[in-house]
């Protein structure tokens, strides 16, 4: 299976939790690069199979012209096919920031147009032994959580081969 990439605002702030998520579900998907994170809101995915250096320089123009943010992670919730997560507040500095990359990337919609754009982090899947209630426990004290979208990766996912493939920082 060839991989896909992805543009993210990683939440290291959840990443043992999501990462041990990974881990127990997908551990082929786990990755050895200690910059990924799979703790993060996805900005644009799918993203470019091949980007050129144009294409990343248009990126990192993005980024450049994106003011970083602080938001807050405070409740789990459950989206109606069972998706259990996080959504940040506020939302809108995330759902620009998807509106820019989608802009300047027109031949990639956000989650190919299948989807409503919501930004969130992904915790879990409901299921006969995950609820919103056992997640709820098991993220525990790591909510509420301030936390400061100050960067975007480009994130390559790929069994055996997650990595991050592209840093920008986001302005000052």
Same mark, same amino acid.
């Given at each position: 299976?060839?991989? #896909?990439? %992805?543009?993210?605002? @990683?939440?290291?702030e959840l990443? *043992?939790?999501?990462?041990?998520?990974?881990? =127990?579900y997908e @551990?082929?998907?786990? +990755?050895?690069? *200690? !910059?990924f994170?799979?703790? =993060? %809101?996805?900005? /644009?995915? @799918?993203?470019?199979? !091949?980007?050129?250096?144009?294409?990343?320089?248009?990126?990192?123009?993005?980024?450049?012209?994106?003011?970083?943010?602080? &938001?807050?992670?405070?409740?789990?919730?459950?989206? @109606?096919?069972?998706? /259990? #997560?996080?959504?940040?507040?506020?939302?809108?500095?995330?759902?620009?920031?998807?509106? !820019?990359?989608?802009?300047?990337? *027109?031949?990639?919609?956000? &989650?190919?147009?299948?989807?409503?754009?919501?930004? =969130?982090?992904? /915790?879990?899947?409901? +299921?006969?032994?995950?609820?919103? !209630?056992?997640? $709820?426990? /098991? %993220?525990?004290?790591?909510? *509420?959580?301030?936390? $400061?979208?100050?960067?975007?990766?480009?994130h390559? &996912?790929?069994?055996?081969?997650?990595?991050?493939?592209?840093?920008?920082?986001?302005? +000052?």
């Amino acid at each position: 299976m060839p991989g #896909h990439s %992805v543009l993210v605002v @990683p939440v290291t702030e959840l990443e *043992p939790f999501v990462r041990g998520r990974w881990q =127990h579900y997908e @551990p082929g998907w786990v +990755s050895r690069d *200690p !910059a990924f994170t799979h703790a =993060h %809101v996805t900005v /644009l995915a @799918p993203w470019l199979p !091949a980007p050129t250096d144009a294409d990343l320089d248009r990126v990192a123009r993005v980024a450049a012209a994106t003011a970083a943010f602080d &938001y807050d992670l405070r409740e789990v919730r459950v989206f @109606p096919d069972g998706c /259990l #997560h996080v959504p940040p507040e506020p939302a809108a500095p995330f759902a620009a920031l998807t509106r !820019a990359l989608a802009d300047a990337f *027109p031949q990639c919609p956000p &989650y190919g147009g299948a989807h409503d754009v919501v930004p =969130h982090v992904t /915790l879990d899947q409901e +299921s006969a032994n995950v609820s919103l !209630a056992s997640t $709820r426990a /098991l %993220v525990g004290d790591l909510l *509420p959580v301030g936390c $400061r979208a100050d960067r975007l990766q480009l994130h390559w &996912y790929k069994e055996g081969g997650c990595r991050v493939l592209a840093d920008w920082k986001l302005a +000052s």
